[in-house]
């Protein structure tokens, strides 16, 4: 427990950390960060980086320790390799956490994957402190939609079983979306998690949207971000090639990132002849901010399976921080946040006619619409920003370690 006048003294547990390219290493290494600068002790224990980091990109400040642990790497050879891939850091993290002397004030451990919870729930009991879980995916329904288990497997059941047990034995969990918290609430049999948004640091919200071209030509629309199976990108394939057979040439899609599907789209792009749309590489955060920014409208949708309804991808709030108009096809909160703005027009997630049409609505009603879309702007200062959502978790800390 935390004594008057000593730092807080937090343990991260977390896969993915700084250099990764991915929404949870983002969202942990700002957190971290902005708990540092509140007077935290902070440690970390992050896998080594394994997904596709970019050159330059700091680790961190030095203020926060960061221990390493070595992964076996995932090479997308089956499920034994999936498996094989989240238990080397599970059992890495565990390791790692008993060389640490002393015990912590609070063990903010984040999953997926839920194996991620089991190294907080094992240190925490060897530490005596206690544990708050954070929930950013409803695991392993997630890895069934991502393609990596099947519903009813043996790895699902034994998934699942975690999963219930991980709920009640925490001492707080943490998630990222109101029908995420609702669902936990059922399966842990009424605890109500509370809601840490993944929301963006207030640096990266543009001070005002850019200028609004009156008529673009090309309208550039822009997926930046992963390219998975749950993203679903063939879908804006198909739009392009009925935009391509319909004679418009005044919308191009360009698609930013990398995943597991990124050569499948490539063979796709090339294999119909499609000159309307653009596959670029990943790109460091900075970079992301900069080409947010300048495009005309920004896209994006998850595949509609009942799962994904229940979190909100990062990607809103980045793309809400460019204050353009953003083409969503998405359903449950993050539908509700993005449909309160007049400049954001929804898609069905299943039908590329229906992204095509909602491009040449844009298009038509182009200046109207992004003046409307800085509106987003407004409302990701006022409700989703990282500081804020840190003081909340901070406060969560403090009550937890405070003696029964």
Known sequence: MSSPGRPLKVLIITQFYYPDVTACAFRMQETASLLAKMGCEVHVIAGEPHKGQIGGQRIDDGSIKVSRVPLIKYEGRGKW??????????FGA?????RHKGRFDIIWASSPPLFT?????????????????????????????AGQIKEGSFLFRAAKVIEYLLYRAANQITCVAGPMADYISRVSGGRRPEIIYNAIPGTMVADGAMPVDPEPKPMTVLYIGNMGYCQNLG???????????????RIRFQLVG????????????????????????????????EMIRNAHALMLHLKDDGTMDKTIPSKVFDYMAGGRPI?????????????SIRGNLYYDPAEPSQLASRCLELLKNY?????????NLRVVRQRFLREVMTSKLLKIFKNLSQPS
């Open 81 to 90: 390799n999936y498996i094989a891939h989240y238990l080397s850091f599970m």
């Open 94 to 98: 565990i390791k790692a956490a008993g």
């Open 117 to 145: 919870g089991i190294s907080g729930l094992v240190t925490a009991w060897f530490k005596r402190t206690p544990l708050c879980l954070d929930i950013r995916d409803i695991w392993p329904e997630s890895a069934v939609v």
């Open 235 to 249: 879908l804006v394939v198909e739009a392009a090639r009925e935009l391509a057979a319909a004679g418009e040439t």
């Open 258 to 289: 990398g995943g597991i599907e990124k050569p499948l789209i490539e063979k796709a792009v090339k294999d119909a002849g499609l000159s309307n749309i653009e596959i670029l590489g990943l790109v460091s955060k900075e970079r992301a901010i």
């Open 327 to 339: 083409l969503y096809g998405l359903k449950g909160e993050a539908s509700d946040i993005l449909g």
């Open 367 to 375: 200046q109207e619409l992004a003046s409307a879309a800085t509106e």
